[in-house]
């Protein structure tokens, strides 16, 4: 069968059109500027320079999973998890650009942050118990990529840090988080990346060998850092790095999984009509600081520091979501 557009509705079925693949972090970008949207993920454009945070927040990711992993099978004495974060965020430095901040002005800083994080997760996750739930074959569900396909082409991918046990046998799923500010002691309540992850555990239950979730959690580890002794040997000011009380809360109702899916669903229409406007909102709120990668682009035309980002390969398939009532092209 062709694809034609048919001349009375002038829609394309959407077998025929292109695919549209959405993961949370991408479709947020969309929410946030749909101009900026087209150049990360159109024109695969990014910054000669990457961000601190996000050597920070992977060094991170890679200590706290493996200490997660080797924990569950038991062998968590065989590895030592600080070493890892410094071992990653060493490599990180050595193969990129790092735009360092104020806060974190050096590779040093970063280091020596991190390496208290990282300990006091492990101290956390000891104290409360936890323990990473262990799929069909054994394998300790952590750092799990899973895709569902919300309609034809529409696919969602979300990576999904833990599936953990509580002392009580609760089965949670853990968003773990690096963040300079706590967040608001609500923001778990309506957070869509849980939400999505949720949406994908679900559809990846009998592959997964679960029932399903009984509750979401965002634990946060805080990464400031080591306050700098202070004249005549007394503390510095400050802190230092905290791992957060970690923030749980009911699985989402069908009816909030639903409401995500069809949001997500309007933002794959509007990427496939080309919908790419600018959104600057108010001077109170805009989004066009010098966070904005895209700015001088953006603003001035010059593409300085900006290059073109190596592409992926394609994805596997992926099971469907009924995302019932009327389809949104
Ligand atoms: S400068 Fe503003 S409008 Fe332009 S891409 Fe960035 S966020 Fe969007």
């Known amino acids: 069968m062709n694809a034609q557009l048919s ?8 077998e025929f059109a292109k695919p549209v693949y959405l993961s949370h972090s991408s479709s947020t970008l969309y929410e946030v500027c749909p101009h900026k949207y087209k150049q990360r993920y159109n024109e695969r454009l990014e910054s000669t320079v990457t961000g601190v945070s996000l050597g920070y927040g992977s060094a991170y990711d890679e200590a706290t999973c493996a200490f997660i992993v080797a924990h569950a099978l038991g062998h968590e004495g065989q590895l030592d998890p600080v ?31 991190g390496k208290v994080l990282v300990a006091k997760f ?31 082409n529409v696919f969602y991918t979300a990576i999904i840090d833990v ?20 967040s608001d002691g609500s923001f778990h309540l309506n957070a869509g990346q849980l939400t999505g992850q949720q949406l994908v555990v679900e559809a990846h239950r009998d592959a997964l060998g679960i ?32 791992v957060l009380d970690p923030m749980v809360c009911p699985p989402r109702t069908g009816a909030e999984v639903q409401a995500y899916v069809e949001s997500r669903l309007w933002i794959a229409e509007d990427i496939r009509r080309g919908r790419f406007p600018k959104r600057p909102l108010d001077a109170y709120n805009t ?19 900006l290059r073109v ?21």
């Open 7 to 14: 001349p009375r509705s002038n829609v394309m079925p959407l």
């Open 83 to 113: 070493a890892i974060f410094e071992e990653k965020f060493e490599e990180f430095a050595r193969a990129n650009t790092v735009g360092y901040s104020t806060t974190f002005n050096s590779k040093e800083a970063c280091v020596a942050s």
């Open 122 to 152: 492990i101290e956390s996750w000891l104290d409360h118990g936890y323990t990473a739930a262990l799929d069909p074959e054994g394998k300790p569900i952590v750092q799990r990529e899973l895709r569902v396909k919300l309609a034809p």
């Open 163 to 182: 599936l953990m046990m509580t002392r009580d046998c609760e089965m949670l799923l853990a968003d773990i988080k690096t963040a300079a500010q706590a």
């Open 211 to 242: 029932d399903g979730v009984d509750g979401l959690c965002f634990y946060q580890g805080l990464k400031k850092p080591i306050p700098k002794p202070a004249r005549g040997g007394k503390a510095g000011r400050g802190t230092g790095p905290i």
């Open 287 to 305: 989004p066009c600081s010098e966070l904005c990668d895209y700015r001088q682009r953006c603003i001035h035309g010059d593409s300085t520091g």
């Open 309 to 329: 980002r190596a592409s992926r390969g394609k994805p596997a398939p992926s099971p469907s979501i009924d995302s019932s009532g009327p389809a949104p092209f």
